[in-house]
């Protein structure tokens, strides 16, 4: 079935067309029709794309004929032809613009329309000439916050998050694997060691033939062009752009030439002095004796990166450790954890409906979700000072619970609870009060606005959240985007502590865009003894597919399946949900 557009694209084309509408001069009358219509169809409590698709919006204040009619064509058909016409008369650069965070529609039509500005270089032209701050609404404090958002854009404008590139991977695994001269077939680098963001891929195969199997990468269906070839070793550009290089080496160099690959840099120049300590020279090849060195023991044989490990007095030490922060330390006694792994996942807390800015309904959330092979599922819709996303009221909060019961009622074997997340206010104090929550099964609660706090200022307002009994979990702690904009300031070890002393479960949003809290904190959470909970944060039934983001991360943060708790099954999980309200 083709599926049509959901509220939050129609939303932002209604807002896009508005802001076209006003670059090109067109009577503000007309333009005002169509912001007012994005602010209609953003804030409408009903499914108002369903009702678009039956041609029932006669009547609803703000919305006229030619705006009902989008919408019907949005709804049914997933696209708008009017708003396709419209675009083409601009360059495509003027799309930059809608992504600089603090610019806003209506100061991107001024830039246009007083200063010719269409493209994020003209933009920060304007700024730095001091042209742009003469406008009237923009402050010294807008234009500095413009350009500290482009200058983030660019620093990140050559990295790549976890979804564009994880089909990518597996496509072109399953391909290298296929031909015939291939033995085996890897990816490496920053990839393999599951880091939250990459630069470029890096393939690895061990072949006979590598002439062969280089030209035959190069012609993959996936490649857009190829920037070098050699005998052993090739680069292209990909989907979306991105670099792959594929290097191509006999059996018995693979082990080697893997573990040298996947890095990461530190950590192989670790383990190469831990050789060399021995008398070994190690390099992408293989180990070889050190001439001159008295009592070098004898090489043994290695078959795969764990005899490379073993052959220096260490357990294997997973990829996702390999950053030289301790990894080889406790590979020497047998202290490295045992990595949490996707198959230990029984459940996941933290996903979205319909009800808010979901693409899902209830049911269908719930079928996917054990279609998965879970054992349950967590809704948390948004709360209602989270209007943007169409936050659920005390009345339609209450409203899902009921209907959740009843689907439970239905289900034999799975279970959903009824959650919320719960917008911390700017003051700390949370959008519900303590008897509605009281009613859930559980708490996210998220900051979802006021990020400009002092870092001081926000620590406090994040821990007086989580002081309340009734909050169960913290969502995205520093509600980075990735690639996009960092963090708000807050005082990480701070909350750690505070959620440590109030029994909070922390979590770890697998959200490709946020991964968040980062895994560079969990080694210490895990220390003070904060549970994680890997959360998809799921808009939509593929979203949920997110989890495999949060399981690199969570790895990459030295967590076991004892440290998550929807790794519980279902009784455990529920007592591990109630613990904090019992203290
Ligand atoms: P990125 O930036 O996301 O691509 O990160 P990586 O780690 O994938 O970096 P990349 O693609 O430059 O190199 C892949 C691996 O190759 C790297 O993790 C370790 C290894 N490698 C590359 N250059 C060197 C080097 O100069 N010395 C050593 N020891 N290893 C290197
Ligand atoms: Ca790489
Ligand atoms: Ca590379
Ligand atoms: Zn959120």
Redesign the pocket.
Known sequence: MMRGMNREDATTIFERIATLLEMQGENPFKVRAYRTGAEVVESFSGDIMKLAAENQLAGIKGLGEALRDKLHEMATTGRLEFYEKLKAEFPDTIFELFDVQGLGPKKIAALHAELGVSSIADLRRACESGEAAKLSGFAAKTVEKILESIAFREQHAS?FKLDQVHALVQQILEELREHPNVSQAEI????R?G?E????L?FLVSTKQPEKVIEYFVTLPQVVDVIAQGATKASIHATHGIQC?LRAVASKEFPFALM??????EH??AI?QRALNRGWSLNEYAFTEVPDHADAPVIPPVHDEADIYRALDLDFIEPELRENKGEIEAAEHGGLPRLVQLENLRGVFHNHTTASDGKASLREMADAARELGLQYLGISDHSKSSFQANGLDEKRLLAQIEEIQALNAELDDFHVFAGCEVDILKDGSLDFSDEIMARLDYVVASVHNVFNLPEAEMTKRVIRAIENPHVTMLGHLTGRLLLQRPGYAINVPAVIDAAAETGTIIELNASAWRLDMDWRWWRLAKEKGVKCSINPDAHSTQGLQAVIYGIKAARKGWLTRNDVINCLPMEEVKMALGAKRQR
Request: with cysteine.
């Open positions: 990295e490496c680098g920053s990839f060691r880091k963001t990459v630069h470029d890096d290089d040298y690959f996947t890095g990461s840099k192989n120049v190469r």
